[in-house]
């Protein structure tokens, strides 16, 4: 009697944390990432690097690619509190300064998000190996825009 007590347990707390849906997390304030894309044939690639500062309401662009058999480099740095961009050129030593009109808009989750997948980062064969990724998906009309979040 005591065995199916606590194989009922066991089975009543499996399902319970089974049961547990993804929850929308806050975005950091400060954060460092890296994207990439290319088409099939090859033609057209890019991979930008940047650095996000909530807290500072500034962002940093790096990005490289490939476009109509022409190379691309492209160094931004977005003052959002001073309304203004820097378009920066290492190679020529330049440095560009223009106004910025737009407002910055955090990094977030939007309100009417759902959940599109969940991916493991790494390992996923021992405690602590991997990262569980969300992937969301929402409509952000304060800035015209819809898309995906992770």
Same mark, same amino acid.
């Given at each position: 009697?005591?065995?199916?007590?606590?194989?009922?347990?066991?089975?009543?707390?499996?399902?319970?944390?089974?049961?547990?849906?993804?929850?929308?997390?806050?975005?950091?304030?400060?954060?460092?990432?890296?994207?990439?894309?290319?088409?099939?044939?090859?033609?057209?690639?890019?991979?930008?690097?940047?650095?996000?500062?909530?807290?500072?309401?500034?962002?940093?662009?790096?990005?490289?690619?490939?476009?109509?058999?022409? !190379?691309?480099?492209?160094? %931004? @740095?977005?003052?959002?509190? $001073? /309304?203004? &961009?820097?378009? *920066?050129?290492?190679?020529?030593? #330049?440095?560009?300064?223009?106004?910025?009109?737009?407002?910055?808009?955090?990094?977030?989750?939007?309100?009417?998000?759902?959940?599109?997948?969940?991916?493991?980062?790494?390992?996923?064969? !021992?405690?602590?190996?991997? %990262? @569980?990724?969300?992937?969301? $998906? /929402?409509? &952000?009309?304060? *800035?015209?825009?819809?898309?995906? #979040?992770?």
């Amino acid at each position: 009697m005591k065995t199916l007590l606590a194989l009922c347990s066991v089975l009543l707390l499996t399902g319970r944390c089974s049961a547990q849906t993804p929850q929308k997390c806050q975005t950091p304030r400060l954060l460092s990432g890296s994207m990439s894309l290319s088409t099939q044939d090859g033609q057209v690639w890019a991979v930008a690097k940047y650095i996000y500062d909530a807290l500072g309401q500034r962002i940093r662009l790096w990005e490289t690619g490939h476009v109509q058999n022409k !190379s691309l480099y492209v160094d %931004l @740095l977005f003052l959002f509190k $001073k /309304g203004v &961009v820097y378009t *920066i050129d290492d190679r020529n030593q #330049t440095c560009q300064k223009n106004p910025l009109s737009d407002q910055f808009h955090p990094f977030h989750i939007p309100h009417n998000a759902s959940l599109q997948s969940q991916v493991i980062l790494g390992g996923s064969s !021992s405690r602590k190996e991997g %990262l @569980l990724v969300n992937t969301w $998906k /929402g409509d &952000v009309p304060e *800035i015209g825009g819809a898309g995906g #979040t992770s």
